[in-house]
């Protein structure tokens, strides 16, 4: 297919309690929509819709202010619109995404760059970030075309080339392709509650400002209606009691109310593995039901791998370590897998070519997968749930758009309530149908604001 036009929504979305991400906080959040037009060798045109939240506090943490950060991301995104329709390529979108990620995204970060010398530079997460929801938009178009959904046209039948020919022409990968390390997907799948740093576990920690309506506020509220079995509990790595108390202090309401697993995330935050080894060897020795839940370790260390290439085999061998932040593309996942890390969490945010580029390599390697939410609200949700339950993951999917701005999601909710909600644990993706990414983009009422920008 041939890319034609494409069209960039900026929606806002005001989160219903704050969300901290390392050192910094999150109160709100512009998502990126967009709708591409594209062409078939026929002449056949129809659109493709991508999405996801331009999270300025996860993609760029900085001294710098938040809203030039922002500001600068969205004029980013501009220019990837304009350049993603002039590049005039052809082809599956996942050559298209290889292509522009490997060459255009590359020149419009430095250009974008050069023009704002004086100040920080915007990183290379942040344009992988803001290219995604075109990448999605173009992988949905192609389904359209082929009336297929996305996660059947990655093997021979669709794909020229095999893995080999964007791995490093690995003799390994000669003649396989994507379809090969894909799973048969399961409608249903278990669902992952984050535990955000300044949320609330029990009474004598809520401060009287917490929001008044029809959600949960503290934990153990939210287990109990949501059903929940997995959680996911945001460190600090800078506090080593605070982190301690914490973990056994969530590791408590686990045990008392069923859940069955855990993971700690550290959030970048550690330099020295001996803080993460003795914050599990110190919950081991006192908690030791709470440390079997524990089933991984989420990015402890600094986002720039190749600039902090710290030995971590040590965290590894007490529990499965996973990179996120640093897990810019597969290469990256390979140098974390010479440094000690076993597995990684994948995000359709940093586009979904890339995630499935982490993926062949990681399940080749032996490596473990999780698929990592970045609080996806409206249609960036279903491409999340879907890369999940199609990559195999180590235990479903962490999804909480429902915790921290459930409101946005109404009028996707409608049409597809399993997935924004969480019930008995799970989400539910009976309802998502159809080629492309089954978003049933028609049945959804929801009034756009005028474009921001459009070559449509």
């Known amino acids: ?78 220019s990837i619109a304009r350049s993603f329709v002039e590049s005039n390529e052809e082809g599956h979108p ?20 050069a023009i704002y010398h004086e100040q920080e530079e915007l ?39 095999d893995l080999s020919e964007y791995l490093d022409s690995e003799s390994v990968f000669k003649g396989k392709y994507p379809s090969d390390y894909l799973v048969k997907p399961v409608q249903k ?27 949960p506020v503290l934990l153990r509220d939210w287990v109990r209606r949501d059903g929940l079995k ?8 800078t506090d080593w009691g605070w982190d301690f108390e914490r973990m056994k202090k969530i590791g408590d309401i686990a045990l008392q109310e069923g859940v069955q697993w855990l993971s700690a995330d550290f959030n ?22 709470t440390f079997k839940k524990i089933l991984y370790v989420e990015q402890p260390f600094p986002y720039e791998l190749k600039d902090n290439q710290i030995d971590v085999h040590s965290v590894a061998n007490r529990k499965p370590l996973y990179l996120d932040e640093s897990a810019h593309d597969w290469t990256y996942v390979k140098l974390g897998m010479s440094l000690g890390w076993n597995g990684v969490a994948l995000k359709t945010c940093k586009t979904l070519t890339g995630a499935i580029l982490s993926l062949c390599w990681a399940k080749e390697n032996g490596m473990g997968l999780m698929v990592q939410d970045l609080t996806n609200p409206m249609l960036a949700q279903i491409p999340h749930v879907l890369l999940a339950a199609h990559a195999g993951t180590i235990m479903g999917v962490e999804s909480n758009g429902m915790q921290f701005y459930p409101d946005a ?18 989400l539910d993706m009976t309802t998502i149908d159809g080629p492309g990414f089954g978003y049933r983009i028609q049945e959804i009422e929801r009034e756009l604001p005028p474009p921001l920008s459009s070559d449509i």
């Open 409 to 426: 999601s109404l009028p996707e909710e409608r049409v597809h309530p399993g997935i924004y909600r969480r019930r008995e644990g799970i």
């Open 230 to 237: 997995c959680l996911k509990v945001k460190l600090r790595g």
């Open 189 to 215: 799948i278990p669902v992952w509650h984050l535990v955000g740093g300044l949320d609330p576990i029990s009474t004598d920690e809520l401060t009287g400002n917490e929001p008044r309506d029809e959600y």
């Open 1 to 78: 297919m041939k890319i034609l036009g494409a069209e960039l929504y900026i929606l806002p979305v005001d989160l219903r309690i704050p969300l901290k991400f390392g050192d910094q906080t999150l109160t709100s959040v512009k998502c990126a929509r967009v709708k591409v037009l594209s062409e078939a060798k026929d002449g056949t045109v129809t659109e493709g819709w991508g999405e996801t939240p331009l999270s300025v506090a996860w993609v760029w943490p900085s001294s710098l202010d938040y809203e030039q950060r922002e500001s600068r991301l969205i004029e980013f995104s501009v």
């Open 94 to 113: 996942f050559e298209l995404g290889v292509r522009f990620i490997s060459e255009s995204l590359e020149e419009l970060r430095r250009a974008h760059n």
């Open 123 to 161: 990183p290379h997460l942040a344009a992988l970030v803001a290219f995604s929801a075109f990448d999605l938009a173009s992988y949905d178009a192609y389904g359209k075309l082929c009336s297929r959904p996305v996660f059947e046209l990655f093997g021979p039948d669709f794909l020229v080339k």
């Open 268 to 289: 970048c935050t550690v330099n020295d593995p001996e803080y993460v080894n003795a914050m599990l060897d110190s919950i081991a020795a006192d908690c030791p039901e």
